[in-house]
């Protein structure tokens, strides 16, 4: 089963900045936190990922609380080429957990941007 | 450079007849991983190969089999096609198994009648 707790959708207006959640309370020590997301009609893409510290990348921004339960990936100023499903994923990258190949998606957040 | 090439992009078969799909992963990527997704379910881990060994294999049945070529090409076959098997098939390719960010195709669609 999925680890993560997803919004099912959200909203945003075109060039605001988007917040998507994502709660993830039995998150392990050598977890990361990934997000994907998959345009219509095409595979998923990696966004991002961290362990800890917040991070930053030409994409987009992901916010990890200080206690690791819950974390936020920010697009800083959506766009319409924004609206996909965001997958928010934990993952063993140190490999103690096995294969790592081996994403666990959820349902995601359905995000729709008005133009 | 180029990404994950999967073919057939479409496909439709019937029920009892096979298939086989293929992924051609990223230049330099040595571990390719299989998914299926359908809408009731969403993306579902199938197997993972990396350096021709299957490494990691999901909760599917003994009909979907996989398999990984010297030059890290993979190609996953279904046997005894089901109505249930209709879905997209999602190849993703990584240069390390153990870290780092998975390359995804567009996906094999099948459909089965």
């Known amino acids: 089963d999925a680890k993560t707790t997803q919004p099912n959708s959200m909203e945003s207006n075109e060039e605001e900045p988007v917040h998507l959640p994502c709660n993830h309370s039995?998150?392990?020590?050598?977890?990361?936190i990934h997000w994907y997301r998959q345009l219509p009609s095409q595979g998923p893409e990696y966004v991002i990922h961290?362990?800890?510290?917040?991070v930053n990348n030409r994409m987009a921004s992901l916010a990890i609380a200080e206690d690791r339960k819950s974390s936020t990936l920010i697009l800083h100023r959506a766009t319409l080429r924004d609206a996909a499903v965001y997958y928010c994923?934990?993952?063993?990258?140190w490999g103690y957990g096995g294969s790592q190949g081996n994403l666990i998606f959820g349902k995601g957040t359905k995000l729709s941007v008005k133009p | 450079k180029a990404g994950v090439t999967q073919t057939p992009r479409y496909l439709i078969k019937t029920r009892g007849q096979q298939v086989t799909l293929s992924c051609s992963p990223i230049?330099?990527?040595?571990?390719v991983s299989w998914y299926q997704q359908t809408p009731g379910q969403g993306l579902q881990f199938l197997f993972e190969?990396?350096?021709?060994?299957?490494?990691n294999k999901g909760n599917f049945p003994g009909r979907f089999s996989g398999r990984q070529f010297s030059n890290s090409r993979s190609e996953m076959n279904v046997s005894t096609l089901e109505l249930g098997d209709s879905a997209l098939y999602l190849c993703?390719?990584?240069?390390?198994?153990?870290?780092?960010?998975?390359?995804f195709g567009e996906g094999s669609r099948l459909t089965v009648l």
């Open positions: 993703a390719s990584s240069r390390d198994p153990n870290t780092g960010e998975l390359f």
């Open positions: 230049s330099g990527h040595r571990s």
């Open positions: 190969y990396f350096s021709e060994t299957q490494r």
């Open positions: 039995t998150i392990s020590g050598t977890d990361y």
């Open positions: 961290g362990l800890t510290s917040n």
């Open positions: 994923i934990l993952r063993d990258d």
